[in-house]
């Protein structure tokens, strides 16, 4: 598993800091080139975002600028046991926005129309009969709502482990437990130093440190505005299957999913508090509450429902909700983070297109939006 | 409350350490609010005291009727109490979340005291979630609450609650099929070190080795030396298979009690992110405090049995102590007013838990009764989770206990590993040759009970987190 | 057999369990009052549906959990019987919904 970080110093092609899914991916589709990587993570593989999001792999209501990353990632999942040799849990059945209200179906279709004009099709709005056939559970006041067949859901702790023993596999080094302290660039090569003592060096380093991506992006040149957000969750104990899909909704913050052995995990974005320094998070009950009651508005079935677990993942949010994803004004430097509690599906092809900036300096799919210069004004 | 707080001191749990601190605490004006989800106050060791007296109920015994005063006093005492509340939350804010009649609330309070008392060791053995297999203790909360006595059940295990139970079944007249000691026989040599300083606690010892004595001189089979048991039926039980030497000899019985100790029940303790330690000698994690019960988390204090196992009369000395901790930390008390006022409970708990090395010693339970050597043992009550596929996780990698949490479900369940977190963190320890601290314990969340959707959605007006 | 040692006047109630009347001691918990009257089969567990009962009687193992008047997930050590409650054993998936002789 992980390897002893007891060498003094070592030397890579590829540096990458922080070992979640973005940066494993980067790591694997490198390493898929022969390119040397070395993996710093300062806890272990899946602690934070990674490890413990709701799992949704959906092209579903992305922002526009990430609708065409988001659809070649889907192709990649439909094959994700052909990249990372495991199936990851994948189901592909679909996902689901309900609309509760007539105004939240125009704001769906307003949305479905910008989507098309684009040439994007994946997103269809369905009435309130198809709504309940999908979901016989929800509220019969629902209205109507937007389905992408395809997106469905995955494990993200074993989404993690097959990255990580992928990329392994084909020689990247990752190093658990090694907490990125100093980072310099001399004569053409970054120097990293991590907490216990070692240096690690590289032409290249990808910044893939999640809630922790906007401090080294600082550090290194780039001048990001990256919030760190504690997202919370809860799971409860079992229910009788009612549904298979993962579901939205769309006048309010809510995302909920049952896992086949009848749990549900219900998010949604409400905010607790996060401590980068500690990895402790305090949660904050009032967004909980309000979760409990949206949860149980949309599928009245949820009123049995017990809580076995609340938590908040530790995960960074960009002010205007879409990554960072590009290379950076300073030399030998990439960023992959700021995914803004959405980045689970798009990991398979970001950390392709990482590797593609490395090699080649560019990449078939749109990443303007992704600018780390973007907020300079 | 105009400084934002609901109460100046929160107290979860009833039990001795609780109801001593509340009195601590009241007596010097406090706003006190005690929460606890049993329905009368005494928590464990004093179940059910209002319900009970010496003359119709003699078999309980001296040491349960001697905590008949203090909860006399709790209930003339001015605080805030209500019992059949569960709390499922305290942060390191001194938030508490709790739910009363159906609803669920929320209050801050300047300091908590958690109290939450001991639990069951899980004894992780062949068919013991067959039905009809219950804990020692359950049978002792059965007598005391309900004066219900289990007929011809089979005890089985070691520590001093058991011999007590059957002891307190003799003077009962309830029939004991048989006793199977499974203390191991090296326990007798280790203990024998710390005898000087429990010859000290000699009222204490006497009142134990009273009990075995009128177990073994009465006509209840009591086999020692017992170096492992299986519990046989499907479903229900039937018998109960036991190791003498290298020979498997069987009882047919359909009442199992199984007792192996008792340890800390520390998930409210650990969820609000105090520092927990494994103690090697009692083979338990314990939750890390100073001389005034202070946790690391500046506003949360823990004492007693709940913190580390001491019985109840330190628990009660100890609380009085938690008590003058908070009120010295909420600038209520001088330190100069604090030491005089805790000399003679410090004094008095010192000498309470200088029994301890020795009963920890002697009572402490085989390794292979704690890490089960057969991969078919159910490790995780609740999710059904075999020692064999734990072991089949590590072998994969999982080398902490939430790696193992996440993908088998093992600690997921209900109980939220209160049955099975000691087995895996000595189960893993055990497999990788690491020691027990370094492996850790499963990362407790809220809520600490299972709350319901329904309740958490009748939260409202919550105080604002600063 | 689970007998009775209390000492006290015999007051009962009558509750249902799995449909059928039951006549228990007043002022038991719901585990209490099942097993002196012989129950010893409280619910079956979700993933291999095996027979249980309760384990510590003090609210910390979840072993003990009932359906009482249609509502899952009740600890029946920690509720006390009252007159007229309908109690049936949890199934399965542990919601409660697929309970025998639910009402």
Redo the contacts between chains.
């Keep these: ?1 992980a390897v002893p970080s007891n060498k003094t110093g070592n030397t890579a092609d590829v540096i990458v800091i922080g070992g979640g899914l973005h940066g494993l991916s980067a790591a694997l589709h490198l390493s898929m080139q022969g390119v040397d990587v070395t993996v710093l993570e300062k806890d ?1 593989c899946g602690r934070h975002a990674s ?1 413990v999001n709701a799992g949704g792999v959906r092209r579903l209501g992305r922002a526009l600028p990430e609708v065409p990353l988001s659809v070649a990632a889907a192709e990649l999942w439909q094959n994700i046991e052909q990249l990372v040799g495991d199936d990851c849990g994948f189901e592909s059945t679909c996902q689901i926005k309900v609309a509760e209200t007539e105004a939240d179906l125009r704001k769906l279709q307003h949305r479905s129309k910008e989507l098309q004009d684009l040439g994007f099709d994946h997103e269809e709005i369905i009435d309130r009969k198809t709504l309940r056939k999908l979901l016989p559970a929800v509220n019969p006041e629902c209205v109507g709502g937007m389905v992408v067949h395809g997106d469905g859901h995955a494990n993200p ?1 074993r989404t993690v482990q097959a990255f990580r023993h992928r990329a392994s596999s084909l020689g990247a080094q990752i190093y658990e437990g090694a907490q990125v302290t100093e980072t310099d660039r001399r004569h053409g090569v970054w120097v990293v130093r991590t907490a216990n003592g070692n240096r690690h060096e590289a032409p290249v380093v990808i910044n893939s440190a999640g809630a922790w991506a906007g401090r080294f992006a600082d550090q290194m040149g780039d001048r990001v505005s990256l919030r760190p957000a504690a997202l919370m969750l809860m799971i ?2 079992r229910l009788p299957a009612f549904i298979d899909v993962v579901v939205g909704a769309t006048g309010r913050t809510l995302s909920f999913k049952q896992f086949e ?1 009848g ?1 549900v995990m219900i998010g949604g974005g409400f905010e607790g ?1 996060a401590n980068l320094e500690t990895n ?1 998070t ?5 967004g ?2 309000t979760s ?2 949206s ?2 508005a949309i599928f009245p079935i ?10 908040a993942g530790i995960e960074g949010m960009m002010a205007d909700g879409i990554p960072v994803l590009g290379p950076s004004q300073s030399e030998g430097l990439f960023h992959s983070f700021g995914y803004s509690a959405h980045g689970f599906q798009l990991s398979p092809i970001c950390g392709k297109i990482v590797s593609d900036l490395v090699l080649t300096g560019s990449t078939d799919l749109p990443i303007a939006a992704f600018r780390a210069d973007r907020f300079n004004t | 409350m105009s400084d934002g707080l609901d109460h100046d001191l929160v107290i979860v749990g009833s039990g001795p350490a609780g109801m001593a601190a509340s009195l601590v605490a009241a007596e010097h004006g406090e706003r006190v609010l005690v929460l606890d ?3 009368q106050p005494g928590g ?1 060791v004093f179940r059910a005291m209002e319900k009970n007296d010496a003359a ?2 003699p ?1 309980l015994g001296d040491s349960y009727y001697a905590g008949s005063k203090l909860i006399r006093s709790f209930r003339r005492a001015n605080v805030d109490y209500r019992p059949g509340t569960t709390v499922w ?1 305290v ?3 001194g ?1 508490i ?1 709790f739910t009363q009649d159906g609803e ?1 609330k ?1 209050v801050k309070a300047g300091h908590v005291v958690v109290a939450t008392g001991a ?2 060791r899980p004894f992780p053995v062949k068919g013991w ?7 020692a ?2 049978a002792q ?3 005391k ?8 059940a089979v005890f089985a295990g070691t520590g001093p609650l058991l011999y007590l139970v059957v002891y307190q079944y003799l003077q ?3 029939p004991v099929k048989a006793v199977l000691d499974l203390t191991p026989a090296e326990n007798y040599f280790a203990a024998v070190r710390h005898l000087p300083a429990a010859i000290l606690s000699s009222g204490k010892l006497l009142r134990g080795q009273k009990w075995k004595r009128r177990i073994t001189r009465s006509n209840i089979p009591f086999l020692s030396g017992i170096r492992n048991i299986r519990i046989c039926g499907t ?2 039980v039937n018998s109960i298979e036991y190791l003498v030497g290298s020979t498997w000899n069987k009882i047919e019985t ?1 009442n199992v009690l199984l007792h192996q100790g008792v340890v800390p ?1 520390i998930n409210i303790s650990a969820s609000a ?1 105090c520092d927990t330690r494994w103690n090697e000698r009692q083979a338990a994690w314990t939750v890390v405090v100073d001389e005034w019960f202070r946790s690391s988390q500046s506003r949360i204090s823990v004492v007693g049995d709940g913190a580390a196992i001491g019985g109840a009369v330190a628990a009660q000395h100890a609380g009085y102590l938690a008590a003058l901790g908070a009120l010295e930390r909420l600038g209520k008390i001088d330190t100069t007013i604090q030491t005089k006022l805790a000399r003679a409970h410090a004094v008095a708990l010192r000498a309470e838990l200088r029994l301890q090395p020795f009963l920890e010693t002697l009572f402490r339970p085989a390794r292979h009764m704690r890490i089960p050597v057969m991969d078919d043992v159910v490790v995780c ?4 989770i075999h020692a064999g596929q734990i072991r089949e996780f590590v072998g994969i ?1 999982c ?1 902490d206990p939430n ?1 193992v949490k ?2 088998s ?1 093992c600690g ?5 590993g ?2 099975c977190g000691h087995t895996v963190s000595e189960l893993i320890a055990d497999i990788e040759s690491r020691p027990v601290g370094e492996v850790g314990y499963f990362r407790l ?3 600490v ?6 309740e ?5 007006d ?1 105080p604002k ?1 600063d | ?8 006047p015999v007051e009962t109630i009558t509750v249902t369990f799995e449909g059928e009347e039951l006549c228990i ?1 007043s002022g ?2 719901i585990a ?1 009052g099942l ?2 009257a012989g129950i ?3 619910r079956n ?4 549906e ?14 003990c ?1 009932v359906i009482v008047n249609g509502i899952a ?1 009740c600890q029946a ?2 509720i ?1 019987a009252r007159e007229g409650m309908r109690i049936s054993r949890q199934s399965g998936d542990g919601s409660g919904l697929t309970g025998t002789k639910a009402d």
């Design positions: 598993m272990y490890g702790f409860t104990a052995n749990t508090q402790q305090t949660l904050d009950f009032a909980l509450a409990a009651r949860a149980i949820m009123q049995k429902a017990r809580i076995v677990r609340q938590w | 989800e049993q329905r464990q119709s109920r078999e939350h942060s390191s804010e938030e979340g669920a929320i639990m069951e979630t067959n039905a009809g297999v219950m804990s203790g359950a909360v059965l007598l609450e309900a004066g219900i006595g289990i007929e011809n009962a007249g309830i479903g229900a359909q029940n992110g009550r609740c999710e059904e990698g080398s790696q996440s993908f479900r997921m369940g209900p109980c939220q209160r049955f969340r809220p809520p009970k299972p709350l319901r959707l329904s958490l959605a009748t939260l409202s919550l987190v | 057999m689970f007998i009775d040692v209390s000492k006290q001691r038991l918990s209490a097993l002196e010893i089969h409280f567990s979700p993933v291999t095996s027979p249980r009962s309760p384990f510590c009687m003090m609210g910390v193992c979840f072993e959990l997930n050590c920690m006390e």
